[in-house]
């Protein structure tokens, strides 16, 4: 009878177990470097000793049986061949024992040189390992410290001490860069703080002459009116994309203020009150489960909200006549994480990734005058991650956004200590 495996369901006979493979880092490379380069010279070295001993040895053999051969035979014919006879028997037993000799002075030789080259490469290559580590513990201690700082804390440097060698000249290399680094993002961040302030000047005074305008005792005429009331919806709009600026900007530069430890619940509640008008005009199901697990964060109270808000409105404007929203969060290992989630239309992910940054908009959102400015998820990173947070947005497979944000969770006994 013959007995038919299905795919997939034979025994597999042969368990291969996948080693780990070292990384080949420089250090590595040099200590195998040291370890064959002392293994060839050493080879080569005793090479050259074995070859000149067996040749002396050699030598001193042939020496001997010349230096026997050249003794003085007896005065007699028959006494004479004896003599040879016996002198020739007895220099060739020499001569074999003579070979005997060199032949095991050889091998013992060879035996005792091979024990010594493998102790001493084996000792070469930790000594190898040592100095390679002592020679690279600059490189190491440069790659920690650039590791270390981020946009955030550019005000760090590697001061690479020591002699003045390529090391310490990468070192000082890198930290003028840093330093150039550091005043093009305090000069970029100082840029957006001044500029919406001053701009807020000239939109209140644009905003209080249509209000005298339209205020006059003459009734204004019906065109006048629409356009001050157009006019007032465009300054709305730059006011809160100046407001955006502000928040962008503090939370780059992580000023933290009002620092408070707060519920989940409590924001979450806060900005779907904020929302309560648009969903019920998008008639919207929301699912709220944010308050089960008592979720606690901690840091600035103005920012936290804001970045709430941004997440909850941007769901609520990015959906869908009759959609849903579904807010859910947990803490686990000291980490809160508060998850999002929108119904809408199949989105792709490669451009869901870009979200995070500045102005960008998903396909016909970019002309869009009523989708936002394109800083709300922006900001949201931003304000994640200066509260030492992360921000992960996926599209959903059956259509829409769910937005993941990870921060440190906090108790709250932490929120009376704070009080």
Not at 76 to 99: C, K, P, R, V
Not at 106 to 112: D, E, F, T
Not at 128 to 145: C, D, K, Q, S
Not at 357 to 364: T, V
């Amino acid at each position: 009878m013959r007995v038919q495996h299905e795919a997939g369901t034979r025994p597999n006979r042969h368990r291969w177990i996948a080693l780990p493979v070292p990384r080949r880092t420089v250090r590595l490379r040099l200590t195998a470097l040291y370890g064959v380069l002392f293994l060839v010279s050493g080879a080569v070295l005793l090479a050259i000793a074995g070859g000149f001993a067996v040749n002396r040895s050699s030598s001193e053999a042939v020496g001997r049986a010349a230096t026997n051969a050249g003794q003085p035979s007896p005065s007699s014919a028959l006494a004479n061949a004896q003599a040879q006879i016996q002198h020739l028997q007895q220099q060739l037993a020499a001569t074999q024992s003579g070979n005997d000799q060199l032949h095991a002075f050889s091998r013992n030789l060879i035996m005792a040189s091979v024990v010594a080259l493998g102790i001493m490469t084996v000792l070469s290559v930790l000594m190898g390992w040592l100095v390679a580590g002592r020679a690279l513990r600059p490189v190491r201690m440069m790659t920690a410290a650039a590791q270390r700082i981020s946009a955030h804390n550019l005000d760090e440097r590697l001061a690479v001490t020591g002699p003045a060698d390529e090391l310490k000249e990468l070192g000082d290399t890198i930290d003028g860069l840093l330093e150039r680094l550091e005043s093009a993002f305090k000069a970029q961040r100082r840029f957006v703080a001044n500029a919406s302030h001053e701009l807020r000047t000239p939109l209140t005074t644009i905003r209080a002459s249509l209000d005298v305008a339209v205020a006059k005792p003459e009734p204004a005429p019906p065109q006048t009116i629409a356009l001050a009331n157009r006019l007032r919806t465009q300054l709305d709009r730059i006011d809160g994309l100046l407001d955006a600026f502000l928040v962008l900007a503090r939370a780059q530069h992580r000023d933290l203020p009002g620092r408070a430890v707060l519920p989940v619940e409590y924001m979450v509640g806060a900005a779907l009150h904020d929302q309560k008008a648009a969903i019920a005009a998008m008639n919207l199901t929301v699912h709220d489960t944010s308050g089960a697990g008592g979720v606690w964060v901690s840091g600035s109270q103005a920012l936290l909200s804001r970045m709430l808000e941004n997440v909850i409105g941007n769901a609520v404007c990015h959906n869908v006549e009759g959609g849903w929203l579904a807010i859910t969060s947990s803490a686990s290992d000291g980490r809160a994480q508060l998850i999002v989630e929108n119904g809408g239309e199949v989105l792709d992910q490669q451009q869901v990734s870009e979200l995070s940054q500045p102005f960008r908009r998903l396909g016909a959102d970019r002309t869009g005058s009523d989708k936002g400015s394109g800083l709300g998820l922006s900001i949201v990173a931003a304000i994640a991650e200066a509260h030492g947070g992360t921000l992960d947005l996926r599209a959903r497979p059956g259509g829409g956004l769910r937005v993941s944000i990870d921060l440190p969770a906090s108790t709250a006994a932490e929120s009376e200590a704070v009080k």
